[in-house]
């Protein structure tokens, strides 16, 4: 049996099929479809404007690095836009030394200036210190919390207009059905919004929201894109993961659901509008932005300081 032709071009073989629109694609198809994703996500949502100082968050992984790659292209059209790399140390032993080093060795490539900050410069703790401080909370609370405060500093350091994650639609699919499901909805809503609600937040964007998990990885794939592959040693096999997984397995029955579950979210937060913009003051102890009057960065710095 013949191999399948691109549907795309007509000349060349197929290399992937996308169940969800019935396409089958040729590596160049495919490749220039991923890309012009972004590009449909950059317009849709507005993301930058031609003269962005645009923060890249880059951990070493097939997301970001693809995502890095992808907007060093677009930007050659923009030559009043910069793009600068931010890595966050978390103090994760090997695992994020190699990560680091697959960063910087994308950055230096492309000639993209990479800035490095570490937990332990920052609140003067590493992830692994406060992981055996409090076992309680263990090391996801604090990375989590950290990596967020970390980034939006550095950025707005750095004068950037943007901050940019390389959250994919699998990311943002089950961050909404785990809210939902937590019967968080409405809160994610008001604090999950793209736009920056307060001036001393960076306003954060993701460009690859619109492209499935499987096809970021392929792309990275067919690219050669060196990233990391190994996962984190504190991983572990967490709601996200049972969520990741029915979905997964929901997508394979009714291609597309991804898709809807965004689209849906979308609409319902549009429909509420101006009622979910959340109101915030600045902290007392550190005087960034939070919604109480201490935020959860010095909150959770007290509860090492308590235990150290
Ligand atoms: Fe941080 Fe690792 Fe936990 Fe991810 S799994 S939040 S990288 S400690
Ligand atoms: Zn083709
Ligand atoms: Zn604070």
Request: with cysteine.
């Amino acid at each position: 049996m013949k191999p399948p032709l691109c549907t795309t071009c007509g000349s060349d073989v197929a290399v992937y099929h996308r169940p969800y629109s019935g396409e089958k694609l040729c590596k160049s198809c495919f490749i220039e479809s991923i890309e012009e994703r972004v590009r449909k996500a950059i317009c849709r949502y507005d993301m930058f404007e031609p003269d962005d100082r645009i923060a890249v968050a880059v951990s070493g992984g097939k997301d970001s690095l693809t995502l890095l790659r992808i907007l060093h292209k677009i930007e050659q059209r923009f030559p009043k836009s910069e793009l600068i790399a931010v890595s966050v140390d978390e103090g994760l032993g090997e695992y994020r030394t190699e990560a680091l080093e697959r960063a910087s060795r994308l950055c230096r490539k492309l000639g993209v200036e990479h800035v490095v900050r570490s937990f332990k410069q920052v609140f003067g703790y590493t992830v692994e210190e406060a992981a055996e401080l409090d076992e309680e909370l263990g090391p996801c609370t604090y990375c989590g919390v950290f990596r967020r405060r970390v980034l939006n500093v550095v950025a707005r350091e750095l004068g950037a207009d943007k901050l940019v994650t390389g959250h994919n639609l699998d990311d943002v699919a089950q961050t909404i059905l785990m809210n939902l499901l937590r019967g968080n909805l409405l809160e994610f809503m008001r604090f999950g919004l793209d736009e920056a609600p307060h001036p001393k937040l960076v306003r954060r964007v993701k460009p690859l929201m619109l492209v499935p998990e499987r096809e970021v990885a392929f792309y990275a794939y067919l690219t050669g894109i060196g990233f990391q592959r190994r996962t984190c040693p504190y991983f572990t096999l967490g709601f996200r993961n049972e969520v990741r997984n029915t979905l997964n397995r929901l997508e394979v029955m009714h291609p597309g659901i991804k898709f809807s579950i965004l689209r849906d979210f979308e609409r319902l937060r549009d429909a509420l509008g101006e009622r979910l913009k959340p109101s915030l003051r600045e902290c007392k102890k550190c005087g960034e932005p939070t919604t109480g009057e201490v935020c959860q960065v010095c909150r959770l710095l007290e509860r090492l300081e308590a235990r150290a």
